[in-house]
């Protein structure tokens, strides 16, 4: 049964409805890598849950339908997704952009989908607090689908729990039900909680699931989520930032080991040298491999003497490894790392300019592998012939370094301004995909999967599969979230 | 059932474990039908709950999953249990069997540098704790104390804590489960899935490196959102049988050397390790507590940063009731609302900071260092009791033999404080009518979690178990509190844990979102021959759609 | 069998067996003693029954199941639930650190309660019937009771106040170490003589569970002690010396409890402390100079078993705070910790200059792991008292082995790694266990330890 807009128009103002197919390729299809995703049959723009809970009931009866749920505005678009789909219909939820409830003392506030990064900073620094960000997220990038991807966040001793910041979340289901996680499902409205004091701080049940776990990392395939409470922090009244500059991994690994479990650094990452000089143009002379950078924040209480006391700490650790911190690097300052550990990105972006697109292979391992995993993948790129100095590294130790985010960017050249057969996009792709392979096989873990290494991802994982499928049956009961995505 | 198909039910589970391992001697499965809380249940009448088909002790997860497979092929129902404290223990009904997983008590890898530790069912807080601490490593322990099962806390249980302003709550801290689901699939969940399959084909010969355990989420969802929430399924959802467990740092000795005898150990000497401080903190209202409560979890400065109330504090600390009613009122008739504070450094200049900062909150929130507090015998017990988890019982048990919790709300430290106030109130009431022991009504337990990610606070109370008078009177309590956990704006408060799993569904299901409704699903997809024991989980029979 | 007889031994546990919370502390040491994982229970029936029921817990709980008419007979499966138990007392003892239960004393009011119902098991009916006839369990000749003194290089005075209590199984099994100890209180000048008419001190029949029999024989010695003018007893054998101390007054009556009463008791290395405190004795090298690594094995009589025995609580009971019980006057409590731990330690840290180093094992005091051998085990159910004794085993070595390493680091030259203890059953058991497993452990005495390296005139 095709769409009938009528039905549509019944939930959705007009200038809620996209249906012009030039529009629609313009905005949803066209990528700098590939342009041949089907042109979806329309696009919706709600403005709040029950809309999108009708059109999902509605869209149940279309046979064939394939919803797409969309948060963010990223250009330009390079995404690898599974738009070869037919009958694509999307839900925008880019417009949907409050930030309904920021309260300081609990640290936490709540967004629905659109909002980006900027956009909460921004806000939050009005109250005093900034949001625990990824590395350099884009413009355009929804906060809300960054949670939701379980996207690493600077900050590993915050983070104690790969869920974190995510808090409580309303979500449509793929049935067209509402569901609310966590406290925020009640007993009583959230209002009358709220009153009582509650601050939608506590992220687990209702009862015995937690369905928030599963909405995570489901790339929008068990439901549309409207709206997150997350974690924020307090905006340091202090911070020092420090950067450790050196050619080998294990030592820097050890270093954030030593000083993550015992609480004394909050944001800790390590990228190369080529990032580096991508991120900071101002970056001059010559440098070792690796930059750590970590930061030591004090917030209301004797913010000096805390940072005083782990300084120390940290440099009695420093000298026990033989590393030497600096206050500045290669003529970057502290100031220039700021605004990063607050979630503010960088442009123009190191993932992309005017002839380059980066493919991205990341997975997680363990902080101590990192080194012998960088080694062979650096085997790998001369065997393919691929220039290491197109290689970008960011190292980000998660869920306090018990894990490791480790992400490998391989800068390609964009469809059209090729410059070398082993550094054209498809023969990267192909080189990612070897990549991938490797981690596979050598301890890595794909735990937030994507179309380049999907068939990797899930090889050896068929009880888990057969899982989800389950859970799939029952929150979308007719397939028509994002099918195709993940292993459905 | 006739004598014939348990009969035949035995034999077939002493060919999968072995005839030792197998016993359906009534006698003997009383003692699984026996439990804390089951009293509550039976309207204070009696402490067994349902007596069990048979008990079956396997030592491997082969064996489980035959043993699961079975009950799927012969419509009988399972229930596994490990150090199996608490009425959610036992079966749901007549005709289950038990699976007790005692043998099951291997700690099957540490790995120091990634804080990862690979346990077995049966495996303890203080059995896992006891190899740490020369690691400078140390585990969450849950509330009940370090007899409590490390496997079931983090799968099946609750896990709240009293360190779990640095150790976390349970939901939260593990990194990979072996699962043994409903219908007998092997599932690893997790980074150590995929290893899993390429390294051998039975699982029983797989090598376990707990440095390959360090994410349990994924590829894609989280199937940990499936098998727990808050609670987990009590043994409602399948069998459980390694799990991967996230190791926090000690900034302790390697190990802690006690004196004296039983009842009365101390730390050597009465003295704290080097940079050990312990405090109990004071303050007069709620609102100052609550100011400080926030303040203390945002400094970053506690290992442990926990609300006992001064009842439970005189029991826990006094080695008999005698002596607790000579010297209670007397030593902390002036505790109010207070805090128990321990904070550990590595570091002289660490330490120097933490104790500044805890005076700097005291002083900016009206409170007071209970001078009792800094007392070195005290002070010393206090973190004994503390590090080892060891004195729990001694201050919620002993006082009646009759113990359970009953409202409080998880969330911001705000409305926690709020819930004990309602709890409050609503206890006082109970108490009035003299069949709870007076422990002044305020008797809430709890902690800020994580740095203040989230809090809980729960109003603990205790009874006579020996009167039947006061059991009821328990009972009472507690059904007034499952009307109260509708009426009062808390969450769902934990005395609603341990009533039986539907009925519970039932009441507060409608209340939040018809969760029961996507929990019946669940457990209907994982479990079509609802073949693991729904007690006190969700039985799909019993909820309507 | 049905359940026909009076309950009243159940009944009088009715509140301990409410108060059990199955949290299953009765498995393991006190929590803030568990100091390794692999040496983390305390229980020896658990570690051989493995389900609920075999514990201090489950057996309380039968105990209920019985009061309340839940069970109808006393099966087989039971019955070794309940007597598969040496009757340590370790249940007891953590179960206490946090409770008021009294385990131990329910666990054998329940046995009691079974013997009645069911009989006694069939081994321990025939200790009965020989110690009846012999004086004895082993059903050797009474006659030969005290002939071992004939072999010591030791004199009695038949006048002395003092007796050496032989014990059956010093008599007829390790006449060694009733020879090491005469010879020690000789080397102590402590005048002593024996008795011949001693007879058992009724350890194995009254631990079996038959007590109305075992009294007999606890009327028998102290009425010859009494007759005797004895003013102290000294024994080698906890069995023994717990039975005088702390069963004997809980059954005797009258003036027989006031002739108990006069009697000094005390275990060898009370004696042992004494000696070497006021200097009587001195030690020398070893044997051919042997340097040994020990530890000891605490024996559950001696330790936890041998704490005095308190008066049965008279007062009355009031509510406070609505519903906690406190007595008036204040109920004692027996926690098992007042027994004999320190003396035996003192003894082997005296010894460091003569050539033996001491190391505890993990479990030890009021947590010791049982030698598996006591409450009738040994002889009803061997396999489970040599499952016990080569678990403890497991842990003498790992502990041995472990100082070994660290001795052999600073090169000090290590001859044999020895197990010690203070109990003639425990050396049984675990001669038996170290037979069974092959460990490279010899086990010995206390008092042949002590006793071989008494400094004595002539020697080197």
């Known amino acids: 049964m095709p769409i009938e807009f009528d039905r549509i128009s019944e939930l959705f103002e007009e200038t809620e409805i996209l249906k012009d197919p030039e529009t629609l390729k313009r905005v949803y299809c066209d990528s700098i890598v590939n342009n041949s995703a089907e042109t979806p049959v329309a ?277 026990q490894i033989n590393l030497i911190p600096s206050e500045s690097l290669a003529n970057v300052q502290q100031s220039e790392v700021e605004p990063i550990l607050d979630g503010q990105t960088v442009d123009p972006h190191p993932k992309y300019s005017e002839t380059t697109i980066a493919v991205d292979i990341f997975y997680n391992t363990t902080l101590d592998r990192v080194q012998n995993h960088i080694q062979i993948v650096d085997e790998l790129l001369r065997k393919h012939q691929f220039p290491l100095e197109r290689l970008n590294l960011y190292i980000q130790p998660i869920i306090q370094a018990r894990a490791t985010h480790l992400e490998f960017s391989l800068i390609a050249d964009r469809p059209g301004f090729e410059t070398n057969l082993s550094t054209a996009y498809e023969k990267v792709c192909e080189i990612g995909r070897e990549l991938a392979e490797f981690a596979i096989s050598n301890g890595g873990f794909f735990s937030r999967p994507y179309k380049l290494v999907k068939e990797f991802a899930f090889k050896g994982h068929e009880a888990y599969i057969e899982g989800l499928r389950k859970i799939k049956k029952i929150f979308d009961p007719d397939a028509i979230l994002n099918r195709g995505e993940l292993c459905f | 059932m006739n004598k014939e198909n348990l009969d035949s039910i035995t034999k077939t589970m002493e060919v999968i474990v072995g005839k030792r391992f197998v016993c359906a001697d009534p006698g003997i499965l009383d003692t699984y039908a026996f439990n804390w809380n089951a009293d509550n249940l039976s309207g204070g009448v009696s402490k067994f709950a349902n007596r069990p088909l048979c008990v079956v002790m396997p030592e491997k997860t082969a064996e489980i999953v035959k043993v699961i497979k079975y009950c799927n092929q012969n419509k009988l129902q399972f229930k596994a249990m490990s150090t199996g404290w608490g009425v959610h223990n036992t079966v749901g009904s007549e005709g289950v069997i038990q699976l007790d997983l005692r043998r099951m008590n291997r700690i099957l890898s540490l790995d120091p540098k990634n804080r990862i530790a690979v346990v077995e069912p049966y495996v303890s807080g203080a059995m896992l704790q006891a190899e740490l601490f020369k690691y400078k490593l140390n585990c969450h322990i849950q509330g009940c104390g370090a007899n409590g099962s490390q496997l079931a806390t983090v799968t099946s249980m609750v896990g709240q804590g009293w360190t779990g302003i640095s150790t976390g709550f349970s939901n939260r801290n593990v990194l990979g489960v072996e699962w043994v689901m409903p219908d007998g699939t092997v599932c690893h969940l997790g980074s150590w899935g995929n290893i899993a399959k390429k390294k051998q084909n039975d699982p029983e010969e797989l090598e376990i490196d707990a440095s390959e355990w360090f994410l349990a989420d994924g590829p894609g969802p989280s199937l940990r959102g499936a098998y727990r929430g808050y609670f987990g399924a009590f043994g409602g959802l399948g069998v459980f049988t390694k799990a991967a467990i996230k190791l926090y740092h000690w900034s302790g000795p390697e190990q802690l050397e006690l004196q004296g005898n039983s009842p009365t150990y101390n730390l050597k000497g009465s003295k704290l390790p080097a940079g050990v401080a312990t405090y109990i903190l004071n303050w007069k209202t709620w609102e100052d507590f609550k100011e400080a409560g926030y303040a203390l979890a945002d400094s970053e400065v506690c290992w442990a940063l926990c609300r006992i109330a001064p009842f439970i504090t005189g029991l826990g600390i006094f080695p008999s009731n005698d002596e607790f009613y000579e010297k209670y009122e007397a030593l902390f008739g002036e505790l109010k609302y207070n805090l128990m504070v321990i904070t550990m450094a590595d570091s002289k200049r660490e330490f120097k900071y933490h104790q500044k900062v805890i005076k700097e909150i005291v002083m900016k929130t009206n409170g007071e260092i209970f001078p009792m507090s800094q007392d070195p015998f005290f002070s010393a017990m206090t973190f004994m009791a503390m590090a080892k988890q060891c004195n729990t019982m001694r201050g919620v048990f002993r006082a009646g033999g009759g113990f359970f919790t009953s409202l409080g709300a998880l969330g911001s430290w705000d409305w926690c404080v709020e819930g004990a106030k309602i709890g409050e109130q609503l206890k006082q009431k109970a108490i009035d009518s003299g069949g709870l022991v007076d422990d002044g009504a305020d008797n809430v337990w709890g902690t800020p979690y994580e740095e203040g990610t989230f809090s809980h606070l729960e109003e603990l109370y205790m009874y006579d178990i020996t009167d039947p008078e006061s059991r009821k009177a328990s009972v009472e309590y507690l059904k007034s509190v499952v009307e109260a956990a509708q009426e009062y704006p808390l969450g769902l408060g934990l005395g609603t844990v341990d009533g039986e799993g539907s009925a519970m569904h039932a009441i507060f299901g409608p209340l939040a979102c018809n969760y029961h409704k996507w929990l019946k699903a669940i457990k209907q997809a994982f479990d079509p021959n609802n073949a693991s024991d729904p007690g006190f989980y969700l039985d799909p029979e019993k909820i309507k759609d | 069998m049905f359940l026909t007889e009076s309950k009243d031994l159940l009944n009088k546990h009715t509140d301990d067996m409410w108060l059990c919370c199955r949290c299953s502390l009765c498995k393991f040491p006190p929590l803030a003693q568990i100091k390794s994982h692999r040496f983390s229970g305390v229980c020896c029936s658990m570690d051989y029954g493995f389900f609920h029921a075999w514990s201090g817990s489950g057996k309380i709980i039968m105990g209920l199941s019985l009061l309340e008419n839940r069970v109808d007979e006393i099966t087989e499966t039971m019955r070794d639930a309940f007597l598969q138990c040496t009757l340590c007392g370790a249940c007891d003892v953590s179960c206490k650190y946090s409770t008021n239960i009294e385990v131990l004393d329910t666990i054998f009011d329940i046995r009691r309660y079974i013997v009645k119902t069911i009989g006694a098991h069939p081994v321990h009916l025939k200790y009965l019937e020989k110690a009846e006839e012999y004086y004895n369990p082993y059903g050797e000749p009474h006659e030969q009771r005290q002939q071992w003194m004939q072999s010591a290089k030791a004199f009695q005075n038949e006048t002395a106040k003092t007796v050496f209590f032989t014990g059956c199984t010093a008599a007829y099994r390790h006449q060694d170490i009733a020879i090491a100890s005469a010879e020690i209180l000789n080397a102590g000048g402590l005048e002593f003589r024996i008795c011949n008419d001693e007879w058992c001190c009724g350890s194995p029949i009254y631990r079996s569970g038959q007590v109305d029999e075992a009294v007999k024989f606890f009327e028998h010695n102290i009425e010859l002690l009494s007759e005797e003018g004895i003013e102290e007893v000294i024994t080698a054998c906890p069995g023994c010396y717990s039975m005088f101390v702390a069963e004997y007054p809980k059954y005797l009556k009258g003036d027989l409890l006031e002739k108990w009463s006069r009697i000094k008791f005390r275990h060898m290395v009370e004696v042992i402390e004494e000696f070497i405190a006021k200097k009587k004795i001195e030690f020398a090298e070893g044997p051919n100079n042997k340097r040994i690594i020990v530890t000891y094995h605490d024996p559950c009589h001696l330790g936890r078993g041998s704490e005095p025995w308190i008066p049965e609580w008279e007062g009355t009971v009031k509510k406070i705070y609505n519903q906690i019980k406190v007595y008036d006057p204040p109920k004692k409590t027996r926690r098992g910790t007042k027994g004999i731990y320190k003396s035996p330690r003192f003894i082997l840290k005296q010894l460091k200059n003569s050539g033996v180093e001491f190391v505890e094992m993990f479990r030890i005091n009021e947590y010791a792991y049982c030698c598996g051998s006591g409450g009738g085990v040994k002889a009803a159910y061997p396999e489970m008292a040599l499952t016990a004794s080569i678990e403890r085993l497991e842990e003498v070595e790992a502990v041995l082995k472990s100082k070994f390493e660290e001795i052999s680091k600073i090169n000090k030259p290590v001859d044999e790694m020895i197990l010690v203890s203070a109990c003639p059953f425990c050396k049984t058991n675990f001669e038996n266990g170290i037979n069974e497993s092959g460990k490279n452990i010899r086990y010995l005495d206390i008092n042949q330890l002590v006793n071989e390296r008494i400094k004595r005139e002539g020697m080197q």
């Open chain 1, 43 to 319: 696009a919706v723009f709600p403005k709040n849950t029950s809309q999108i809970s009708e059109l999902i009931k509605y869209l149940r009866t279309i046979e064939d339908i394939n919803v797409l749920i969309i948060s963010s505005r990223t250009e330009p678009k390079f995404f690898e997704d599974t738009r070869t789909n037919s009958n694509i219909f999307i839900i925008d939820l880019t417009k949907m952009k409050k930030i309904s409830f920021v309260n300081k003392k609990n640290k936490v506030c709540v967004v629905e989908p659109g909002v980006t990064w900027s956009e909460l900073t921004k806000i939050l620094k009005e109250s005093g607090l900034r949001p625990r960000s990824p590395f350099l997220p884009r413009q355009g990038k929804s906060v809300l689908t960054s949670i939701l991807d379980r996207e690493p966040h600077l900050c590993p001793k915050a983070q104690f729990d790969i869920s974190d910041p995510l808090l409580c979340m309303e979500v449509v289901f793929g049935n067209g039900e509402i569901f609310r996680t966590g406290e925020a499902a009640g007993p009583r409205s959230m209002e009358e909680n709220r009153q009582a004091g509650a601050a939608l701080k506590n992220p687990l049940g209702p009862g015995q699931t937690d369905i928030f776990r599963l909405i995570q990392g489901s790339k929008g395939t068990y439901g549309c989520c409207t709206w997150i409470s997350m974690q924020c922090d307090f905006i340091p009244t202090k911070r020092i930032i420090k950067f450790i500059n050196y050619d080998n991994v294990e030592p820097l690994a050890d270093f954030i080991y030593a000083t993550v479990r015992r609480r004394l650094v909050d944001e800790v990452f390590i990228i190369n040298d080529n990032l580096f000089k991508a991120i900071f143009p101002m970056a001059e002379g010559d440098l070792k491999r690796y930059i750590l950078m970590y930061a030591i924040n004090g917030y209301e209480w004797l913010p000096d003497e805390k940072i005083e006391y782990q300084m120390e700490d940290c440099n009695e650790i420093l000298n």
